[in-house]
Each structure stands twice: as structure tokens, then as C-alpha cells.
Nanobody, 115 residues
Framework: QVQLVESGGGLVQPGGSLRLSCAAS????????MNWYRQAPGKQYELVAR???????NYADSVKGRFTISRDNAKNTLYLQMNSLKFEDTAVYYC?????????WGQGTQVTVSS
């Protein structure tokens, strides 16, 4: 059973930056892809960023140019660098591992953008 543990969330002012981390108990290079999702209050889950085993990345239009997904295979850790944060980025952010047909989720980390 793979465990994912997120960290790095917190309270930040608009325009600020945060870096989220997701430490995996398994070997992340073996997963088809790893993803960051978020869920804002009263809204559905949104795929924020994705990185495949080959290193290709995709982003939601709402975060393109501001967020960067990356991974350190040696540390089995996934990252999400978030810059120029906006009020609407406030959400619980979840790490997800796509190991089709299985998938794994972290417990989430709260990001609050507020002045």
C-alpha cells in the first residue's frame, strides 16, 4: 500500500508563493503519473497539474504560468511550486498517484490566500 503525505500548505497573502511537497512511501517513477488536485469550498475536485513518468507536464488553464509541478525521484517526492497566488487558489490540495488500475491519495493540505 502506497502512502502519500502532503506538506507545505498554509496562509499566504495574494501575490505570495508556497511550495507543496508530497512524500511517497513507494517508488514514484513507477507510477503512470502523479497529480495535484484541489478542492475549494463548495466546489468539485479540480486537476491542477500532472507529471507523467516520462516527465511531461500539464496544467489547468487557471494556474498556467504560475504553478510548476516537479518531482525528485531519488527522494520519491512530488512538488508543486505556486507563485503569484490569488484568492481563488484557496483550497485543500491533494497529491494523487496514478498507478492504473490503482490510484492513491494523500490526506490533503490547506492553502489559504488571504490579505
Amino acid at each position: 500500500q502506497v502512502q502519500l503525505v502532503e506538506s507545505g500548505g498554509g496562509l499566504v497573502q495574494p501575490g505570495g508563493s508556497l511550495r507543496l511537497s508530497c512524500a511517497a512511501s513507494g517508488t514514484i517513477i513507477s507510477f503512470n503519473a502523479m497529480n495535484w488536485y484541489r478542492q475549494a469550498p463548495g466546489k468539485q475536485y479540480e486537476l491542477v497539474a500532472r507529471i507523467t513518468s516520462g516527465g511531461s507536464t500539464n496544467y489547468a488553464d487557471s494556474v498556467k504560468g504560475r504553478f510548476t509541478i516537479s518531482r525528485d525521484n531519488a527522494k520519491n517526492t512530488l512538488y508543486l511550486q505556486m507563485n503569484s497566488l490569488k484568492f481563488e487558489d484557496t483550497a485543500v490540495y491533494y497529491c494523487n498517484a496514478d498507478d492504473y488500475p490503482r490510484e492513491y491519495w494523500g490526506q490533503g493540505t490547506q492553502v489559504t490566500v488571504s490579505s
